[in-house]
T-cell receptor
């Protein structure tokens, strides 16, 4: 009963380094998304995917790339890390996109990322 | 554009009631409510679909007024376990596929 699994839980990077945050779900959910959480800013949507092979931008996509080659996995890539990307990152999934349906989002435990 | 929550913070004593409001400048098709404890992931509370819906379980309920583009979360007879940050999210319509959250309301319940 894993649900949504994020790895790593903690990471420290230097400015300019690249990194991939992993997200996997075992619930056969079509919809997956990435959020970043900063103090006082709430949860801000970075990218989302409504199914394998389909991704789109959220509110704050700059500096991040995603791909969705399988239903289970939705990795988030930082190509050249910047201190402004220091944040807590949450991955979430649901059976269908959050529109006119009452499908809850299942969140992972988060990745705490610090960029020096 | 993020929905706006008010108040930003609430401090209660056990047994008191609280209301958290969520408003949007965009047409709302569904409103989602989550609670997050410090250092943990957000946890689902409820979703309200358009149609002037009200929902509730235990002592937490919510209403959704799509004409006013507002939703309110009602916490009655608060318990210590209600402490946390509450987020409302909006989805649907031109925002299909996107669930956009407000900035959060910090609720603290004291004994």
């Amino acid at each position: 009963n894993a649900g949504v699994t994020q790895t790593p839980k903690f990471q420290v990077l230097k400015t300019g380094q690249s990194m991939t945050l992993q997200c996997a779900q075992d619930m056969n959910h079509e919809y997956m998304s990435w959020y970043r959480q900063d103090p006082g800013m709430g949860l801000r949507l970075i990218h989302y995917s409504v199914g394998a092979g389909i991704t789109d931008q959220g509110e704050v996509p700059n500096g991040y790339n995603v791909s969705r080659s399988t239903t289970e996995d939705f990795p988030l890539r930082l190509l050249s890390a910047a201190p402004s990307q220091t944040s807590v990152y949450f991955c979430a999934s649901s059976y269908s996109p959050p529109a006119d349906h009452d499908q809850p989002q299942h969140f992972g435990d988060g990745t705490r990322l610090s960029i020096l | 554009q993020q929905p706006v929550q008010s108040p930003q913070a609430v401090i209660l004593r056990e047994g008191e009631d609280a209301v958290i409001n969520c408003s949007s400048s965009k047409a709302l098709y569904s409103v989602h409510w989550y609670r997050q404890k410090h250092g943990e992931a957000p946890v689902f509370l409820m979703i309200l679909l358009k149609g002037g819906e009200q929902k509730g379980h235990d002592k937490i309920s919510a209403s959704f007024n799509e004409k006013k583009q507002q939703s309110s979360l009602y916490l009655t007879a608060s318990q210590l376990s209600y402490s946390g940050t509450y987020f409302c999210g909006q989805a649907g319509g031109t925002s299909y596929g996107k669930l956009t959250f407000g900035q959060g309301t910090i609720l603290t319940v004291h004994p």
